[in-house]
């Protein structure tokens, strides 16, 4: 609590900021009386300019590149900001002024221990873009490959390491407040975001994730990534091959190169679903600036901050939700989130099950076109206060790019649902691992595991019948102690073993 007066400070220069853009309401919804925030805005002059989502965007980019990477992850979390406010922080453009080139040049000089000059035969000291955690400079190696060198800003550990601790100090307080935002669980929010974060200033983390992105489609067509030049990257400095393309989303660009829009998001929507559900790892922050398409018609992607990963369990309990609601087979989806654990057990399956259908009628009644899967699972998500289900961040991220790739796959031809593209893969993937035959393939390798330790397990029990023929068995002193005291279960077993192998041995003899 010693850091709470230097907190309060923060919060003050937060709240004139909010009321300038006439944004308040985050502060009104935490219990700030009408009248403050009446006055507030009179003494900032602050006038509604644009929905209020939009003048919430605008002043989290006002208070810097902490508040605008917790507006992205608060895109993400309609249960939190509601649907409306949700689409337009996912809007929210992360771009800042950018820094000079002179210490964009140092910083490289520091971190890879040689002069510039010596490393790149050019080195452009206007930057292509500059975000709030680094700027990227195109430059030409000494050999004489273009690349895209990216730099982190200046002093950028010690402002996002200050402001994650005051989200910290902020969760921690909401929840004393308000205990009932348990289930929304805000401190491990928080803790998410200062993880991401933490990933994403080490820009060898960012070059390992795109490493392994190209590796995981190193035997696919029509999607890939820049290779890494590893000899020049460091902890803030990341080097790669240059892209060369036309953004994703540049329809008539695209059709002026000779690119058929549907082919290009076909080649999108197969990518993305083999992140997901092949490789249960995938590109983040597939925005239109982070995808391009080259001369021979490839996917090529950049910027690999911002990774999801999705464990098996996770990949299979998440196709059968959504082959559940493209067949509107409810129970199915029903019965996939309690198998999985996201209800509570103690919940009604058949309730949970109408609550889906609520959710899902609606939207699969839509024309083909206006389907959309990601809005599908921001309400199902919506639903989950009343079911006690506790966020789930890995689904919340997916169903970010969920909604960032349906964008694109709208710009490139609005008549085309690349979810009508998708749902044959995951049906067939469905079937492969989730069907009858890979179940029984699953059971018959779990048993060919078993065999192969049966010999080893019959010679320990050979072992063990020996020792107790010669009258040798010891305990741990530790363990008597237990069984004498009775403590746990384990006790219980220790004795039942014993009995049983003292048994068998006297038949034996």
Not at 2 to 29: C, K, N, Q, S, V
Not at 185 to 198: F, G, H, K
Not at 377 to 392: D, N
Not at 421 to 436: C, M, S
Request: aromatic share 6%.
């Amino acid at each position: 609590m010693l850091a709470a007066p230097g907190h309060l400070a923060r919060l003050a220069g937060i709240a004139w900021t909010l009321a300038r853009e006439d944004a308040l309401f985050p502060f009104e919804a935490a219990g700030l009386p009408g009248w403050a925030a009446r006055g507030l805005r009179r003494l900032a002059r602050g006038a509604p300019r644009g929905r209020p989502g939009e003048r919430l965007a605008r002043a989290l980019v006002a208070l810097g590149p902490s508040f605008v990477k917790l507006g992205q992850m608060l895109s993400v979390r309609p249960d939190l900001v509601g649907e409306a406010m949700a689409d337009d922080l996912a809007a929210l453009q992360d771009r800042l002024e950018p820094f000079s080139g002179a210490v964009a040049r140092a910083t490289v000089a520091a971190e890879l221990g040689r002069p510039v000059e010596e490393l790149f035969r050019s080195f452009e000291d206007r930057p292509v873009a500059a975000a709030s955690i680094a700027q990227v400079h195109y430059a030409v190696t000494a050999e004489g490959r273009e690349v895209a060198v990216k730099v982190l800003r200046p002093g950028i550990e010690a402002a996002f390491a200050r402001d994650l601790e005051l989200f910290a100090w902020l969760a921690r307080l909401g929840l004393r407040l308000r205990p009932g935002l348990a289930r929304l669980r805000p401190v491990e929010t928080v803790a998410t975001l200062a993880e991401s974060v933490r990933l994403e200033m080490d820009l060898r983390m960012e070059a390992a994730a795109a490493a392994e992105l190209a590796e995981n489609f190193a035997a696919d067509t029509g999607f890939r990534v820049p290779a890494v030049d590893w000899a020049r990257t460091a902890a803030r400095v990341l080097t790669t091959e240059r892209v060369q393309g036309i953004p994703i989303d540049e329809r008539d660009a695209l059709l002026a190169a000779g690119h058929d829009p549907v082919a290009v998001l076909e080649k999108a929507a197969a990518a993305l679903f083999k992140q997901a559900f092949r490789d249960g790892f995938f590109h983040a922050d597939l925005h239109p600036g982070n995808l391009f398409v080259d001369a021979a018609g490839d996917i090529v992607a950049v910027d690999f901050g911002i990774m999801g990963r999705l464990d098996w369990a996770t990949r299979c309990h998440l196709a059968d939700i959504l082959v559940g609601f493209l067949a509107r087979d409810y129970a199915r989806v029903a019965e996939a989130h309690f198998a999985a654990g996201y209800v509570p057990a103690g919940r009604s399956k058949e309730a949970f099950r109408q609550a889906a259908r609520s959710i899902g009628e609606p939207i699969l009644g839509l024309p083909l076109a206006e389907i959309s899967v990601a809005r599908l699972l921001a309400q199902l998500f919506r639903i989950s206060e009343s079911f006690g289900m506790q966020t789930q961040p890995q689904l919340l991220l997916l169903q970010k790019t969920m909604v960032v790739a349906e964008g694109v796959g709208r710009r490139l031809d609005p008549g085309v649902n690349m979810w009508e593209l998708i749902r044959p893969l995951i049906e067939r993937w469905t079937v492969e691992n989730r069907g009858a035959e890979a179940r029984l393939k699953e059971a018959l390798g779990e048993g060919f595991e078993v065999a192969q330790r049966l010999p080893r397990l019959v010679a320990d029990a050979e072992a063990a019948l020996a020792t107790l023929r010669q009258g040798v068995l010891t305990l741990d002193p530790a363990t008597v102690e237990a069984l004498k005291r009775g403590r746990g279960t384990g006790a219980l077993w220790v004795v039942a073993l014993a009995a049983l192998a003292l048994g068998l041995a006297a038949a034996l003899d």
